[in-house]
């Protein structure tokens, strides 16, 4: 691979994920990122912004050797997952009936992306330009360049924009995307808690929407609750203590004390673009595609979209670039529509007042927690197994 020269625009998760995977195969790697990346203390209090990793993307870290590199006390394994909806029967995944050690593990999106970036940092065929933002893309028949803000221009065969859901290489390649609002925001709320680290995660679905609990580790957690904007902004407008109350009295019961320590709101918005790839551009994670986060899938998918593209380069080399990346699209597009479309419809039939869909979804919940192996093949479907 050696020479191969590769752009990755981006160093988020997914875009330092990918630069890391082809650096290690010998590419050479010109990393663009706007935002100054560094290792977060590790006695600082937990970010808001966390992520279920799934058993398949801990794999992937743990091929590029950082994983061993989270420090202990921010990482949770979770042995058990729990949904259910208010006043109904609980469907129960749990990880010793699919004879595994944990479900995933749960982390700071900020200390994930940091490992990687120092995995990047040992390495010499990483050329990093930082704090840069990108000003053009041109694709030309046998190459891509960029063009920075500093007036730089990188020359590559490949672009690889991982820029995030406001993707500026997505719209600088005039690519579309189909959108819409949920007319809902998610409220993440980081509480200490009086009680030993815990290992379930759970979501109670309401007509208002999810509330789910994420355990982090030691006595961290975290509150996922959905609701209208307006009661959002209602929430967030709150004190710790004020919210602390409302939470005792709004969110499902808790079986533990607790301290509110920060939160914040965030927007709902699907996305998909409407091609992954244009001339020598390819688009990977929430640049390509973004998902309701009730189920924890977002930035899993954005991996598997890292592990197709670096394993079509190292094993397709023959292939020209324009088919390898039909390739990528062809296995990687119809996968994203079909997660993105199944949370949309557990999201809406969750919502729903009507008795008969009322009816339904309970008959389903049920059903599925006797379904045995069914079950069991679901949840290492969601964890990628
Ligand atoms: C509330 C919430 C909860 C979630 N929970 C989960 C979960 O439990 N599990 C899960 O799998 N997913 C979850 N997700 C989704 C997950 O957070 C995203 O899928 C993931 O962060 C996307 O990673 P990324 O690297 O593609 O994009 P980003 O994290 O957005 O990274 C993009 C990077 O590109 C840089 N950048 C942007 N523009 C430019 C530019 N022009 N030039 C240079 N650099 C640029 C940015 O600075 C950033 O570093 C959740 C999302 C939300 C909103």
Redesign the pocket.
């Known amino acids: 691979m050696q020479n191969r020269e590769i752009i990755v625009?981006?160093?988020?998760?997914?875009?330092?994920l990918t630069a890391l995977l082809l650096a290690q195969q010998g590419f050479v790697i010109h990393l663009?990122?706007?935002?100054p990346?560094q290792v977060p203390d590790e006695d600082s209090p937990f970010d808001l912004?966390?992520?279920?990793?799934?058993a398949q993307?801990q794999n992937l870290l743990a091929q590029t050797g950082v994983w061993k590199n989270l420090p202990e006390n921010r990482l949770c394994a979770y042995q058990g997952l729990q949904t259910w909806e208010a006043g109904s029967h609980k469907l129960i995944f749990d990880s010793t009936e699919l004879g595994m050690d944990s479900l995933g593990y749960?982390a700071e999106?900020r200390w994930i992306?940091a490992v990687l970036w120092q995995a990047l940092k040992e390495l010499d065929n990483v050329i990093f330009y930082n704090n840069?933002?990108?000003l053009a893309i041109h694709n030309h028949s046998d190459s891509v360049s960029a063009v920075l803000d500093n007036q730089q221009q990188i020359n590559a065969e490949l672009l690889v924009a991982?820029?995030?859901?406001?993707?500026?290489?997505r719209a600088m390649m005039n690519i579309g995307v189909s959108a819409w609002g949920y007319r809902q925001q998610?409220m993440?709320i980081n509480l200490k808690t009086d009680c030993e680290q815990q290992n379930i995660t759970w979501q109670e679905f309401r007509e208002t929407g999810p509330c789910a609990f994420?355990p982090l580790a030691e006595n961290n957690a975290s509150l996922?609750w959905y609701h209208s904007p307006e009661k959002i902004k209602q929430l967030t407008s709150l004190n710790n203590l004020q919210l602390k109350k409302q939470i005792q009295l709004q969110f499902p019961k808790l079986n533990f004390d607790f301290e509110v320590v920060d939160k914040g709101a965030?927007p709902?918005t699907r996305r998909h673009a409407q091609q992954y790839s244009k001339g020598r551009v390819v688009l990977?994670?929430?640049?390509a595609h973004?998902?309701n986060?009730l189920a924890?899938?977002?930035?899993?998918?954005?991996f598997k979209d890292v592990q197709c593209l670096v394993e079509l380069l190292v094993h397709s080399s023959d292939l020209p670039i324009d088919k390898l990346l039909q390739r990528y699209a062809l296995q990687r597009k119809p996968h994203n529509l079909l997660m993105q479309s199944a949370m949309d419809l557990f999201y809406v039939g969750s919502k729903s007042e009507l008795s008969i869909v009322r009816m339904f979804r309970k008959a389903v919940l049920f059903g599925a927690q006797n379904s045995g192996q069914l079950k069991n093949r679901v949840m290492k479907y969601a964890m990628g197994l």
Request: aromatic share 4%; proline share 2%.
């Open positions: 625009v981006g160093g988020g998760m997914v875009g330092a663009i990122e706007k935002s990346v912004r966390v992520s279920a990793f799934s993307s749960i999106n992306q840069c933002a990108l991982c820029d995030g859901a406001n993707s500026a290489c998610c993440l994420l996922v965030f709902l990977l994670g929430d640049a973004t998902i986060p924890g899938q977002g930035v899993n998918l954005g």
